[in-house]
């Protein structure tokens, strides 16, 4: 009963769509999770904006195909995760955003990505309202969107369980047994499992994890605060994300969801290391002055709560996926540095691809880019 194919450390944004897409290929696949359900880590925190307009072409391709599994969602499997295709808008103020913005285009359309440099004339149809003096126009991809976090990792996770997968809720993995350097399976605070396959997707966990079993993982925890409003009538649901840096914060960003709600996010600058997640009193009026100064219709809604979360970070920006050349048998799948929500669906299929030994050309691409080994340099993603 408690043997399997691999083993899952982690039912959030990467560790389930892991799961679903072994259990439809006919893995016997165990999920274990030290919280009470699906999706109780980062993933609730997250505002649930999905995009594959990014610089790196790894990213672009794997969120490609999360785009295509979100969209289709509730035509493909009936649940409806509150897909809203709002695309995401990049307004430009000044010369050096213009000039960074436009750099990336080549690759960004080279890797399939529909995206163009629109004028300050349809810059305000996208976003009504913004702010026009100064306005230079920006970037703008429309099949970029949103989904509710909640409602779609348990759309996921229903699919895994009806694809034959196992889930352990309420257990916490203390170690990852092994035989002559290859896992044999997962001891955790209630019980042990034997598997040959252990995917390492525990988040910013994966620090503990690795102290546990001796490998060291390089994930850094940094927390980042967001924000919700009243709903009310839609009037943006396009995904706003002004690259300015400001006093406290490097940039942020905003849309309106499906019920009408402005969630809003903003990295801080510098980063704000730890695990902390206590709100502060800093956060709000930092982004609200910034929100408003953009797009000045907003000044009379009325936030309905603040939270903190976990970004696991890598140095570059770019996950780490791939096995670990020390363990025989541990895959790990960590750092997506805020951005696993996004890159979960088209990461599960690339990882379970791999378990089976079926990888693709292009998955090989995506691979060498997240690889745990890679030589990062000062490379940072730019639109991070």
């Not at 165990?30 to 072409?57: F, M």
């Not at 257990?171 to 499992?193: A, P």
């Not at 040959?196 to 997707?201: R, S």
């Not at 919700?228 to 840096?245: A, N, S």
């Amino acid at each position: 009963m408690n043997n399997f194919d691999v083993i899952v450390i982690g039912a959030g944004s990467i560790g389930v769509p892991a799961a679903m897409a072994l259990g439809q290929a006919g893995v016997k696949t165990l999920v274990i999770d030290r919280r009470p359900s699906p999706g109780q880590g980062e993933n609730k925190h997250a505002i649930g904006g999905v995009r594959a307009t990014h610089t790196d072409p790894a990213k672009i391709t794997t969120c490609l195909r999360s785009l295509e599994i979100f969209s289709t969602w509730k035509q493909v499997h009936g649940d409806d995760i509150e897909w809203l295709r709002g695309g995401y808008a990049f307004p430009v103020y000044r010369a050096e955003e213009e000039k960074l913005l436009k750099s990336f285009l080549p690759t960004q359309k080279k890797h399939g990505l529909k995206i163009d440099f629109v004028d300050d004339g349809r810059m305000r149809k996208i976003i009504p309202g913004i702010n026009p003096e100064g306005l230079m126009g920006g970037t703008f991809s429309p099949n970029d969107g949103s989904v509710s976090p909640l409602l779609a990792i348990n759309a996921f996770y229903r699919k895994a369980v009806a694809n034959g997968v196992t889930f352990r809720f309420k257990e916490k993995v203390v170690s990852i047994t092994r035989e002559n350097g290859q896992v044999t399976g997962v001891r955790t605070d209630k019980s042990e499992y034997r598997c040959p396959v252990v995917i390492d997707a525990a988040g910013a966990g994966s620090v503990e994890l690795g102290r546990a079993i001796g490998s060291e993982v390089p994930v850094y925890p940094e927390s980042h605060e967001a924000g919700i409003t009243e709903p009310v009538q839609m009037f943006c649901p396009t995904m706003v994300v002004d690259l300015r840096p400001a006093e406290g914060s490097k940039n942020y960003y905003f849309y309106q969801n499906r019920h009408g709600q402005v969630v809003f996010c903003i990295t801080p600058d510098p980063p704000i290391a730890g695990t902390d997640y206590n709100e502060t009193s800093v956060f709000l009026p930092q982004v609200c002055r910034r929100m408003v100064d953009l797009l000045p219709r907003l000044a009379n809604l009325r936030v309905r709560r603040v939270w903190r979360g976990l970004y696991p970070m890598t140095k570059d920006g770019s996950p780490l996926v791939g096995w670990n050349r020390e363990i025989k048998g541990l895959l790990h799948a960590v750092g997506m540095c805020g951005q696993g929500f996004m890159l979960g669906p088209g990461l599960g299929e690339i990882l379970a691809r791999l378990v089976r030994e079926q990888s693709t050309a292009a998955d090989k691409m995506v691979l060498e880019a997240f690889s745990l080994y890679r030589d990062v340099g000062d490379k940072m993603e730019a639109l991070k």
